[in-house]
T-cell receptor
Framework: KAGVTQTPRYLIKTRGQQVTLSCSPI?????VSWYQQTPGQGLQFLFE???????NKGNFPGRFSGRQFSNSRSEMNVSTLELGDSALYLC???????????????FGPGTRLTVL | TQLLEQSPQFLSIQEGENLTVYCNSS?????LQWYRQEPGEGPVLLVT?????EVKKLKRLTFQFGDARKDSSLHITAAQPGDTGLYLC?????????????FGTGTRLQVTL
């Protein structure tokens, strides 16, 4: 079956702009988690959505937000972009509430965001 | 302070060599996962270890969970160029009914011919 897809794969924005990233989970998966990956901070959890509800949120400012639709597809938005927001944004899906030791999370290839 | 510290950060070896990567913490975990991330891709789950002292093998990769469930190691025998990538350990952190994956600092492995 098709894996997790993320669009766009690459994005270049300037400071102050906003950006929306999209994630389509594996068919049948109801949980979508978002992560930010940078060389300095590594892979950090942003938030998780399950059945259109945000179940968990990481330590990121309110400029980072997300939502999930009834078909489990998810979007994340970053407003008022800063240089430090340049990163690889990864989406992961799982059948159940994400991050359990018995329910595998499947990651997409990520969206590479560059803020100039 | 990082919950999970991995060492070494970088490793460059030749094909055929053996290597060990470590994942350490001062906390006790109910389980620990290892992922590999190749360039341009997201992390892929390799294994989940659950029991203290547990050893799991995946072809040339051997994973061990420490007896006290605070640390883990990944040993690769006769490394191949296809093993090149970023190796990440991760644990599930739970807060009430919510949970999330917390990743280690990562070990970047390069295997050359």
């Amino acid at each position: 079956k098709a894996g997790v897809t993320q669009t766009p794969r690459y994005l270049i924005k300037t400071r102050g702009q906003q950006v929306t990233l999209s994630c389509s989970p594996i068919s049948g998966h109801r949980s979508v988690s978002w992560y930010q990956q940078t060389p300095g901070q590594g892979l950090q959890f942003l938030f998780e959505y399950f059945s259109e509800t945000q179940r968990n949120k990481g330590n990121f400012p309110g400029r980072f937000s997300g939502r999930q639709f009834s078909n489990s597809r998810s979007e994340m938005n970053v407003s008022t972009l800063e240089l430090g927001d340049s990163a690889l944004y990864l989406c992961a899906s799982s059948r159940l509430a994400g991050g359990t030791s018995t329910d595998t999370q499947y990651f997409g290839p990520g969206t590479r965001l560059t803020v100039l | 302070t990082q919950l999970l510290e991995q060492s070494p950060q970088f490793l460059s070896i030749q094909e055929g060599e053996n290597l060990t990567v470590y994942c350490n913490s001062s906390s006790v975990f109910s389980s620990l996962q290892w992922y590999r991330q190749e360039p341009g891709e997201g992390p892929v789950l390799l294994v989940t270890v659950v029991t203290g002292g547990e050893v799991k093998k995946l072809k040339r990769l051997t994973f061990q969970f420490g007896d006290a469930r605070k640390d883990s190691s990944l040993h690769i025998t006769a490394a191949q160029p296809g093993d090149t990538g970023l190796y990440l350990c991760a644990v599930v952190e739970r807060t009430g009914t919510a949970s999330k994956l917390t990743f280690g600092t990562g070990t970047r492995l390069q295997v050359t011919l």
